[in-house]
């Protein structure tokens, strides 16, 4: 059993939980826009022997749009998430 010490030592890299939206936005715009990028890639030049640098290439642009996106697109989707199921 991790002595008090112990378990905030291994917990001291994380961040406070008033955190959550921007670390979710950050997750998710992160995997979305790393999947559309190499989507659009494939899709617009085929599939190469530079095809990682094409994606990352794309994947610099794309990110950070993702995730402004994410950011200020969440009180609305959670909105028409709400209107949208049953209570």
């Known amino acids: 059993m991790l002595t008090h010490q112990a378990r905030s030592t ?4 994380k961040l406070p939980k008033r955190f959550m939206p921007v670390v979710f936005a950050f997750y998710m715009s992160s995997f979305v826009a790393l999947l559309v990028s190499c ?3 494939v899709m617009n030049s ?4 530079d095809l990682t640098i094409r994606v990352l290439n794309v994947y ?3 990110m950070p749009v993702a995730f402004i996106s994410v950011l200020s697109l969440r009180t609305t989707v959670l909105r028409l998430t709400a209107a949208t199921l049953q209570p």
Not at 10 to 13: L, M
Not at 46 to 49: A, L, Q, R
């Open 10 to 13: 291994s917990n001291s890299w």
């Open 39 to 41: 989507a659009l890639v």
């Open 46 to 49: 085929g599939i190469g022997e």
């Open 60 to 62: 610099k642009f794309a």
